[in-house]
């Protein structure tokens, strides 16, 4: 079958994703960006077809809500 992709499927920048997080967080941040990494595209996102036609799911988690659901099991792994 292959490898599917999960994802939003749409183009989501990373400094979407820094906002969303730092919005959650509510905490100043001096964020530092220093090139990119060998073999990166840019200008891409995820298609979600084959996820719909093989798994038959839907868009069940808006990514907001994704990153938040993951900010807050990151901060209880990190307090034990």
């Known amino acids: 079958m292959g490898g599917v992709n999960i994802a939003a ?7 979407e994703l820094i906002g969303i997080m730092l919005a959650e967080y509510n905490k ?13 595209i840019h200008g891409i996102w995820a298609c979600t ?3 719909k036609d093989i798994l ?12 938040n659901k993951m900010l ?7 307090r034990n």
Do not use: Q, Y
């Open 72 to 78: 807050l099991w990151v901060s209880k792994v990190k």
């Open 28 to 40: 100043k941040v001096t964020i530092e960006f220093s090139g990119s990494t060998e073999g990166d």
């Open 56 to 67: 038959g799911i839907e868009e069940v988690t808006k990514l907001e809500d994704g990153l």
């Open 49 to 51: 077809k084959k996820m």
């Open 9 to 15: 499927g749409r183009k989501t920048t990373v400094n």
